[in-house]
Every structure is written in structure tokens, then in C-alpha cells.
């Protein structure tokens, strides 16, 4: 048998803060009706010559460094983000090259707040197909390049940060147990970036430079479907709620996280989220709330995590996990 497990995590996020306090000075909002409406407290802000390529790379010196791990033996790369340094080549080549990584495929992987699960179940089936032994799975964005920051409903959300994985080979257990992966196109212009093309779904789009979303549609479709989803993959692996150890939601808007734990019947104490300081992340925000379940005492190995991201597309993946860590062997960078 080949199974596949997640050996190793690191996180990074920039020094600089950006409170909603500060936020009041640059738009007319406030901190209570922030945090009312987000659970939003402050969110890190890349400086203007760090790109998400420098949050990859830091990311992965953060795991190294905490589980004593080499990288030069990846044979694959797969970096989720929607703001790559450029169109082209991929983040993926740049942090090859950066890491000294000799032998890697390397391949950006664009499914937006869904990206870090997608990149997993990429690298899960990379490495059960006896392809590959040992993948860097990385989800990062610096979504304050692409905000706009007079725009009150947008600002108040984005962060930026990265998470990196090292998924390897496993031939005594398999620690990935089921998935569930979607889409609806239809809801395409409800959170884009203009590039190429100014129209999708025959929808004369905003052209600009910056994130546009249409938050309102965007919640009414998550709560209407991502429920269902998640019971769907639960169905599909004969699980129920009560197994799971920790739900791992994209952290968009604690408001959003709120009715899909209800309508899934899960405590809210048990799900992990890291918009409180970081904001909302994209790809960044799953690994990223699950290292703090780590860093806080509060994921150990044998635990049974579902992560379920969801985003511009509309994509939307879960994973269902068992944790099994190696040995950290020093303390994590405190954030």
C-alpha cells in the first residue's frame, strides 16, 4: 500500500499590523461594527518589495527550522495563490530555485480560497500513484497588493500570509481519508480580478486593478452549499461530526464560519480559524489556523481535522485528515 501524510508544517506572516483602529482613519468604518460584522480584529500587511513568493520561502525556513527537515529531496512543488509575483514563470519556480530544490516539478496551482486543499489532494494523489515521494504543498497570498483600500466593504477583510506542508510517502498508513472537490462557474463574477478578459458569463466586469467581490452573493451561496458538501464527505467516508476533532473552515468572515457550524450541528469551539489577527489569508488561511491549533496545544497527533475551503470560481474542496506529525524539534517563531 501507498499512503500519503503530512509530516511537517510552517507558517509565516509579515511584520507589519494593520489594526481597525488604523482602518478608521482611512475609511468611514469603525472597530466595533469591524469586528461585529467579521470577528476581525487586525490583519498583516507585506511590505512593498515582499511579494508571496518571500512569504512561501519563509514559510518553508519556518518549517525546517521547527521539525529539522531538508527540503533539497522534494520532487514536487505546488504553491495555491492568486497573487503570484507574475502571470509568469510561477512562484513555484521561484522558490525552486531559491530553496536550492535540484529535482522538483514545480506548478502554481489558481483555485483561490480553496487552493491549499486542492494543492493537497494534488500532492495525495501525486504520491499514491507511486509518482512521487515527498511534496512541498504551499498556500500564500498577499492580497493587500490587490486591495483597495478606499473601498470599506474589501479592506476591512484581506490579509496576508503563507502556510507550507511537506506531504510525504507513507507505506505503512494512509492518513488522507476522503475528500470532496466542486465548482459553479455561474458564480463567477461574484469575486474576481479582471485580466485578459474584462467579462465573464456574458457580465461586463469592473475593470480594475484590485480584488472585487460581491460579499452578499458570496455568503448566501457558502451557507446554501458548503453544508452540504461537507455532510456529502462525511457520508462518502462513514464519518459523522462527532468524529471530527477540529473543523477547519476557510477563515473568510467568522460571520460566515458561524451558520456552517450550525447547520452542521458542530461546537464552534471546536473549529479553528485564523481570521481574528491575520484577516482573511486565501489560500494562506487553513494552514494557518490549523498551525495555530498547533502552536496553542490544541491539535495533536491521532486527531481527525476536516478542512474545507471555498472561494472565487466558485471552487470549493474538503479534506479529511488524521494528523501525524514528526516531531517538532524547536519551538515555532512566535507570529
Not at 24 to 47: F, K
Not at 143 to 166: E, M, N, P, Q
Given at each position: 500500500?501507498?499512503?500519503?501524510?503530512?509530516?511537517?508544517?510552517?507558517?509565516?506572516?509579515?511584520?507589519?499590523?494593520?489594526?481597525?483602529?488604523?482602518?478608521?482613519?482611512?475609511?468611514?468604518t469603525?472597530?466595533?461594527?469591524?469586528?461585529?460584522?467579521?470577528?476581525?480584529q487586525?490583519?498583516?500587511?507585506?511590505?512593498?518589495?515582499?511579494?508571496?513568493?518571500?512569504?512561501?520561502?519563509?514559510?518553508?525556513?519556518?518549517?525546517m527550522?521547527?521539525?529539522?527537515?531538508?527540503?533539497?529531496?522534494?520532487?514536487?512543488?505546488i504553491?495555491?495563490?492568486?497573487?503570484?509575483?507574475?502571470?509568469?514563470?510561477?512562484?513555484?519556480?521561484?522558490?525552486?530555485?531559491?530553496?536550492?530544490?535540484?529535482?522538483?516539478?514545480?506548478?502554481?496551482?489558481?483555485?483561490?480560497c480553496?487552493?491549499?486543499?486542492?494543492?493537497?489532494?494534488?500532492?495525495?494523489?501525486?504520491?499514491?500513484?507511486?509518482?512521487?515521494?515527498?511534496?512541498l504543498?504551499?498556500?500564500?497570498?498577499?492580497?493587500?497588493?490587490?486591495?483597495?483600500?478606499?473601498?470599506?466593504?474589501?479592506?476591512?477583510?484581506?490579509?496576508?500570509?503563507?502556510?507550507a506542508?511537506l506531504?510525504?510517502?507513507?507505506?505503512?498508513?494512509?492518513?488522507?481519508?476522503?475528500?470532496?472537490?466542486g465548482?459553479?462557474?455561474?458564480?463567477?463574477?461574484?469575486?474576481?480580478?479582471?485580466?485578459?478578459?474584462?467579462?465573464v458569463?456574458?457580465?461586463?466586469l469592473?475593470?480594475?486593478?484590485y480584488?472585487?467581490?460581491?460579499?452578499?452573493?458570496?455568503?448566501?451561496?457558502?451557507?446554501?452549499?458548503?453544508p452540504?458538501?461537507?455532510?456529502?464527505?462525511?457520508?462518502?467516508?462513514?464519518s459523522?461530526?462527532?468524529?471530527?476533532?477540529?473543523?477547519?473552515?476557510?477563515?473568510?468572515?467568522?460571520?460566515?464560519?458561524?451558520?456552517?457550524?450550525?447547520?452542521?450541528?458542530?461546537?464552534l469551539?471546536?473549529?479553528?480559524?485564523s481570521?481574528?489577527?491575520?484577516?482573511?489569508t486565501?489560500a494562506?488561511?487553513?494552514p494557518?489556523?490549523l498551525?495555530?491549533?498547533?502552536?496553542?496545544?490544541?491539535?495533536?497527533?491521532?486527531?481527525?481535522v476536516?478542512?474545507?475551503g471555498?472561494?472565487?470560481?466558485?471552487?470549493?474542496?474538503?479534506?479529511?485528515?488524521?494528523?501525524?506529525?514528526?516531531?517538532?524539534?524547536?519551538a515555532?517563531?512566535?507570529?
Amino acid at each position: 500500500m501507498i499512503g500519503a501524510r503530512i509530516t511537517a508544517i510552517g507558517t509565516y506572516v509579515p511584520e507589519k499590523k494593520l489594526t481597525n483602529h488604523e482602518l478608521e482613519q482611512m475609511v468611514e468604518t469603525n472597530n466595533e461594527w469591524i469586528i461585529q460584522r467579521t470577528g476581525i480584529q487586525e490583519r498583516r500587511i507585506s511590505h512593498s518589495d515582499e511579494f508571496t513568493s518571500d512569504l512561501c520561502v519563509a514559510a518553508v525556513n519556518d518549517l525546517m527550522q521547527r521539525y529539522n527537515k531538508t527540503v533539497e529531496d522534494v520532487d514536487m512543488i505546488i504553491v495555491a495563490t492568486s497573487t503570484p509575483d507574475f502571470p509568469f514563470p510561477s512562484v513555484a519556480s521561484i522558490i525552486q530555485n531559491r530553496l536550492n530544490i535540484s529535482q522538483a516539478g514545480a506548478i502554481d496551482l489558481s483555485a483561490a480560497c480553496a487552493g491549499f486543499v486542492y494543492g493537497l489532494h494534488t500532492a495525495h494523489s501525486f504520491i499514491t500513484s507511486g509518482l512521487h515521494r515527498k511534496i512541498l504543498v504551499i498556500g500564500a497570498d498577499a492580497l493587500s497588493k490587490i486591495t483597495d483600500y478606499t473601498d470599506r466593504s474589501t479592506c476591512i477583510l484581506f490579509g496576508d500570509g503563507a502556510g507550507a506542508v511537506l506531504v510525504e510517502r507513507d507505506d505503512e498508513y494512509e492518513h488522507f481519508n476522503g475528500f470532496h472537490l466542486g465548482s459553479d462557474g455561474s458564480g463567477a463574477q461574484h469575486v474576481y480580478r479582471t485580466g485578459i478578459s474584462k467579462k465573464v458569463n456574458g457580465i461586463e466586469l469592473l475593470d480594475t486593478q484590485y480584488l472585487v467581490q460581491n460579499g452578499r452573493e458570496v455568503f448566501r451561496w457558502v451557507v446554501r452549499n458548503v453544508p452540504d458538501c461537507i455532510k456529502q464527505l462525511l457520508e462518502k467516508t462513514n464519518s459523522s461530526s462527532k468524529q471530527i476533532d477540529w473543523f477547519i473552515p476557510h477563515s473568510a468572515n467568522l460571520r460566515l464560519i458561524e451558520p456552517i457550524c450550525e447547520k452542521l450541528e458542530y461546537p464552534l469551539e471546536k473549529t479553528l480559524y485564523s481570521l481574528e489577527y491575520f484577516g482573511n489569508t486565501s489560500a494562506a488561511t487553513i494552514p494557518l489556523a490549523l498551525d495555530l491549533g498547533i502552536r496553542e496545544g490544541k491539535v495533536k497527533n491521532g486527531d481527525k481535522v476536516l478542512m474545507y475551503g471555498f472561494g472565487s470560481g466558485l471552487v470549493h474542496a474538503g479534506q479529511l485528515l488524521k494528523i501525524n506529525f514528526d516531531e517538532q524539534i524547536n519551538a515555532p517563531t512566535p507570529f
